[in-house]
């Protein structure tokens, strides 16, 4: 049975204010929940249709679909919703490569960024204050339970490359040095930025180094790449570069 | 003055049986509408509540935002709705890399890999008769115009394998060659699969070489690379080891 109120706080998670208010996030569908109770991320409250995950019997509730329903954001909900505890991110460590999103708006864009990050084992993301929150639920869906591996922190960029001092900042522009040809650095901060704008004026002052993807159509009418294909791009070149 | 059957015709074509049957699909916005102007695509009809557009006035409708409503699948319509005619795939020239797609469903993951092949100079790309329609609204959207400068055609992989003939045939698989390290050929077709399931059982008999992309991270818990991603990453390198 599913109370009135727990009913107006999950739906209420949709928004960014009440997921920092309360320090909760919903997690969908079986798979994602499974991987985020195999990370170190507390459960909150687990609500199921069927006894089929590994939870605390205290935090699990069984509920109907009719209930779920209520609950879920989906269209098609799947078989259970999780609520989790935000975890305040620790302190990035800055070994190695930080990859900095300047103002990422689309959710989609920011969860495939945060699996390439996994995948390609960049340790800290850091995000600009205007960049889509990494708890929207659509980020953890298409992130794939690649945000509890991913150290996430949000704040200005100018603030993150003042206080790291010295390393190079790497940001893409169409003037920049070819990065097939260029090496990117070991130790360094790599900014991808807005979808429509690219990185920021200010940013942009910021900068040690700018890189390029090159283009090799025949035409030249092809936009600039999507940033989360810029980014696998990125950083499958800098991984190559480091281990081949 | 936007008629009854125009309506009925126009938000009919949001469904591929009616695309094929009259052999028109939707643009939506000012910036994908341009694109298509400029390309070889002939026009059928334009709707625009705007005269900014460089279109012959004999197929040009000027209409209201209330009737562009109508008209559109989009939650807020931008301006204009344009009509552009099918045109019929030109043969593969298989000179290259020809790129080939077993399954792909998401509509946002065909536009990205569209935009991918446009950006990284990849003429040809076939789809299996599953693979999600490109003129579905939502991949032209997502492809941004690049869909009218790959030839992109829909025929079983075993028909273009077998009628090619000869050339290496690459597929994506965890216990494939290093990408990073192994020689992608200047010439062959390579396969992205299914987005679930991978490569199909039955064109996996036919690939000649099973290449892989290595994970970095510290967990071996990562999902796959999104299909898009990894389609970024391969022809990324492809063009890097055929130019750098």
Redo the contacts between chains.
């Keep these: 049975m599913v109370s009135k109120s727990q009913i107006k706080l999950i739906t209420g998670l949709a928004q960014k204010k009440n997921r920092t208010k309360y320090g909760l996030f919903i997690v969908e569908g079986i798979k994602g929940i499974s ?1 985020f109770l ?1 990370s170190h991320l507390e459960l909150d409250t687990l609500f199921t249709t069927q006894q089929i995950f590994r939870a605390p019997s205290a935090k699990t509730q069984e509920i109907t679909e009719a209930e779920l329903k209520k609950l879920s954001a989906l269209t098609t909900p799947q078989t259970a919703l999780a609520i989790f505890k935000i975890l305040g991110p620790t302190a990035p460590s800055f070994s190695g490569l930080t990859l900095a999103l300047d103002g990422i708006r689309d959710p ?1 864009n920011l969860g ?1 960024i945060i ?2 990050c ?4 960049i340790e800290d993301l850091v995000c600009s204050p205007d960049t889509v929150d990494c708890y929207n639920p659509k980020v953890v869906q298409a992130s ?3 945000i509890t ?1 991913v150290n996430i922190s949000y704040m200005p960029l100018h603030t993150l490359i003042s206080s790291v001092g010295g390393v190079p900042v790497l940001g893409t522009f169409l003037e920049g040095e ?1 990065v ?2 260029t090496k990117i650095p070991s130790n360094g901060i790599m900014i991808m930025g807005n979808e429509a704008n690219g990185i920021s004026e200010d940013v942009e002052k910021m900068l040690t180094r700018k890189i390029n ?7 030249s ?3 600039s ?2 940033v ?3 980014t ?2 990125l950083l ?2 800098f ?2 570069q480091e ?2």
Aim: charged share 20%; net charge positive.
């Design positions: 991987e195999n989609g495939t699996r390439l996994d995948w390609f084992g794939m339970g690649s591996r070819n097939y040809t993807i090159p283009q090799f159509g025949n035409s009418k092809t936009e790449l999507n989360a294909t810029a696998a791009v499958s070149e991984r190559r281990n081949y």
